[in-house]
């Protein structure tokens, strides 16, 4: 990690005794007086709830064991076991995967649209960059109300909008596979972060390379693809992975529009909408299975990173640096 | 996370830099509408067209909560009876319901306001208190930790979600039995803004690079005057990272405001709930599928009662939304 | 404004935000605390005026304890958080399918001795063994809904279907009927013919009752999943056809999903359904919001022309670790005492005259309380359809059924609900979907006993 290297070049002084001796300084103690905060609540709030985590994946932990009628078991890979034996964990996997695939791209496609737009549109920017951004700052729940309604197969406006050009549009939220296509679109509407953020790195291309490229004769779709494309690749790329995790803990907008307590059997609402995130929250706390909820979410835990380090080694093909040796 | 390689240098915003290093449009503010030449017409009839899209709804929105019960989804964007659907004379259903009536909705958004306002104050103080260790402090295992930081990004909230709640439930269970504690718990609204007490990654980060901006003279001529380190914080680092503390604040209050995930865990009365737990409430509630009451025009409400807050967020903050999303591109 | 005022404010802001924030917390949290005298109910917050009165009614027959009722629906996810938190409730109002799962669990409390024979006997039978597991009742029970079949006539006269044809008996018939008085326009449906309601569990128990007599989707004794019997899959595959019928579940669904049911505008009134099974709750919504409704309720038959019905119901239960068991005990039997229903269903009789219109009556699990609101309460009110829906209805309370107490109750409900779902999204077909639930339900219940 480079930010780690760039920590580094404090002079360091070398050897275990000079390390150790650093503790006898006045400004080590200040230093830790600040981190006080950050350092009790790793310990407290994350590293112990991961050991405790992984511990209770291993146990039979549930509400017998919360309100005290039974004494916790250990059932060894019983729970991970289940992961593999639970149709609905292929299931909420597979729902999950659907929607990255149509969320993140989708996204990114729109938001560099929009960026390029923007950056085109000169000493209107302000304002319609303004525009774009609104959905950016609507809560997921009132999201979740927008899908609901918006998109009613037979009442709602979209539908209304598409018969409009002659087209007679899906029953978005009934129809299972029209469902995550929904959700993926009210996503790429809220795009505004995305976009601020290319457009932050379009400004970043120095002009000269446009105008080199120009000179050459390159057409404007070239010196999108030669110049733009590479020289904006890391905030396209840091996108990517921030959207992608976003995408694979998604819960509000789909838990809003689709589950809930409403006690006329909607209770375990529309399967085509049960992401992994949602699944997750009702073994943990609909039907108290802690163990299991908490074997589901280490899984969780080895599909970010999998992602993630899939992503950084792709990245390193097609990322480019900008003055930087790798 | 950091796949830059330009870490060292402070973002823009970053102290005594300002803004002026920006383009106009990743600077912020409303943007004005200039007159448009002859040549920019086509051009800007596309941007409008799709202004509309990423408009319409908030107008749809807007228009269906002054509809009254039964017209909420004719889709007329003037309604063709304007209704106050917010307060009213109580009515048992089958009458329409006033927003006001269904529900708390008062608490719910004032719950969500001081959360959100608490959480953001606590998580920028305690957050920018870290990040100036990181930045200032050489000291035994630094580079451990930040390394440990980076990587607490990267860990999905689920994994300490369980571990974390049946924490609160222990300190709930705690503070039940000693009835001259104040009970902290499951069920209250503590779990909510306490664990901001200790700081968050992801803003000790960005806050760190601002503070790395701030030339070490400043510090030096501090301490020559005999200065202590919290004065130096206080009154040398704080003042001068103001854009990035206002950019963690506002982050963090758009967070909060958004957040239902850990309100749906924690809290259990009516009368503690946020606005978005608030909302999903009286969406089970009213909606179709939810038992079918029909009041269609109460969520309609309720919906514009917690977007409008964050649209007044913006109005003020915009500039510090757009360039503390902007410089998040660079850092990465 | 200076940078010393500024600073002052935001400090300001921040004490008025954090001390904002411990008064809300612990006076949230003092509500919660047990004290003796104090019953901490759930799952009963502020209702309508039946349940109002009726809740003024018990607090009246305990008048030394101050009663809790904080507002909402009972959530399994809350009573759950609140067991674990030993922030106990002391009573507890759910319903009737999920008691068994609770009980099976060890999370509530034995109250035979609460309710005795003398007691008991107020009670339907049916919804008192709903409430018995593994010999031992568990609380009593509340609301017993029946379900009866609502025909909008008007919608029968214009489409030249006699109102005979309006029934269950005949499976082809149905079918034809169905097809006779569904309406589309432009592609979307405007009127739904018949509503089998199979998406919502109650009405799929009644289904498969309705392909055999003696089939319920649990056995007697709760331990045997039944829920991909031949009769099962019949009655989904039969139900699912009904609705192909009509255009598909998308559309089916999505029309439903906007009707007005408790409102002034619903679907009997816009004309949006031909005829449909219904609890009979709906009668009271109907006469109050459309005294004018052209409705006729007939009953749900069986195959041979027979009346039957299914029961929809809740009840109430004690938790482990309550506090304050005496006045649980007390309040339950009070709130579901004949004493209670009468109070409640005059003051509504009386309010609903004032305007002109009437109640049909309320249906319990209290035998007694019913008939005394029938004979001595109710009153016609000009409006002969609603005449004869209080008179079906009543009826039906003698050919209901419910589901047979089960410690996998909850996740059955469940499991049965999502197979439906995903018949009904033609995601597989009525014998997949049924045996993977009959597998998870099986799976919850050898868990659970």
Known sequence: MASVQAVKTAPGPPGARRWLSGFRERETWVAYAFLFPWIFGFLVLTLGPMLFSLYYSFTDYGIQQIAGVEQTHTVGLENYRQLLDDPKIALTLKNTFIYTVMMVPGTIVVALGLALLLKRAGRFAGFFRTIFYLPQITPPVAVGVLVLYLFNGQIGIVNKGLSLIGIQGPYWTADPSWIKPTLAIMDVWACGGTMVILLAALYGVPQHLYEAAAMDGASAWRRFKDVTLPMISPALFFCFIILTIAALNSFAQAYTAFFGTGSAGAGQGNEAALFYAIYLFQQAFRYFDMGFASAMAWLLFAITMVVTLVNVLVSRRFVFYQGSAR | MTAGGQENQPPAIAAGAGPRGLPQVLRGGWGRMPQPSAKDIPFIALLLGLSVLFIYPFLWLISASFKPRGQTFDNALIPHDWHWNYTGPKHPSPDPQYLFNVGPVGDWMWNSIWISLLGGILVTFSSAMVAFAFAYFRFPLRNLLFAILLGTLMLPPQVTMIPVYLLWNHIGKFTIEHSWLPHIGTGTQYPLWVPNLFGSAFYIFLQRQFFMGIPRDYFEAARMDGDSYWTMFWRIAVPLAKPALIVTFIFEVQAKWFDLLNPLIYLRDEVTFTAPLGLKTLVDRFNATGGGVGDFQVIMAGTVLIVLPMLLLFALFQKYFIQGISTQGRKG | ?449
């Open chain 3, 1 to 449: 404004m200076s940078r010393h005022h500024k600073r002052l404010l935001a400090l300001l802001v921040l004490v008025v935000t954090a001390s904002a924030a411990v008064i809300t917390g612990t006076a949230v949290a003092h509500t919660h605390r047990a004290a003796a005298g104090t019953l901490n109910i759930y799952g009963f917050g502020p209702g309508d005026d039946v349940q109002e009165n009726r809740a003024a009614y018990a607090a009246s027959q305990l008048p030394n304890t101050k009663v809790n009722r904080p507002p909402g629906d009972f959530a399994d996810q809350v009573f759950l958080t609140r067991l674990a938190s030993g922030d106990v409730p002391d009573l507890v109002r759910m319903d009737r399918p999920r008691i068994g799962t609770y009980a099976a669990k060890g999370v509530l409390q034995q109250m035979d001795s609460c309710v005795p024979a003398d007691v008991r006997k107020t009670y339907r039978v049916g919804a008192l063994r709903a409430l018995t597991y593994a010999g031992h009742l568990y609380g009593v029970p509340e609301f017993t809904q029946p379900v009866t079949l609502v025909v909008n006539q008007s919608a029968l006269r214009a489409a030249g279907v006699p109102l005979t044809d309006a029934s269950t008996t005949d499976k082809a018939k149905l079918l034809a009927t169905t097809r006779k008085l569904v309406k589309l326009s432009g592609g979307n449906l405007t009127r739904i013919g018949f509503d089998p309601k199979i998406d919502s569990f109650i009405f799929f128990m009644l289904w498969v009752k309705w392909f055999g007599n003696q089939y319920n989707v649990v056995s007697a004794d709760g331990l045997h999943a039944q829920l991909n019997t031949p009769q099962a899959i019949q009655a989904l595959t039969y139900a699912v056809q009904l609705i192909n019928a009509q255009g598909g579940w998308k559309k089916f669904l999505t029309f439903r999903d906007t009707w007005d049911i408790f409102g002034a505008g619903n679907p009997f009134v816009k004309d949006q359904v031909g005829f449909t099974p219904l609890e009979s709750f709906f009668y009271n919504s109907f006469s109050n919001n459309s005294p004018n409704v052209d409705i006729v309720a007939k009953f749900f038959t069986n195959r041979r022309g027979g009346p039957i019905s299914v029961f929809s119901g809740n009840g109430w239960v004690v938790p482990k670790g309550a506090k304050n068991v005496a006045d649980a005990c007390a309040y339950m039997k009070a709130v579901t005492s004949t004493q209670a229903w009468l109070t409640a269903a005059k003051k509504r009789y009386d309010a609903r005259k004032f305007t002109g219109r009437t109640f049909t009556g309320l249906y319990t699990a209290n035998a007694a309380a019913d008939q005394k609101i029938f004979e001595d309460i109710y009153q016609s009110f000009g409006h002969p359809q609603f005449d004869k829906a209080v008179q079906v209805a009543v009826q039906a309370g003698r050919y209901g059924f419910e589901m047979p107490v089960s410690p996998g109750g909850a996740q059955l409900v469940d499991a049965a609900n999502a197979a439906i779902q995903r018949v009904l999204n033609g995601q597989q077909t009525p014998t997949q979907a049924l045996n993977q639930a009959q597998r998870e339900a099986q799976a919850a219940i050898d868990k659970n006993k």
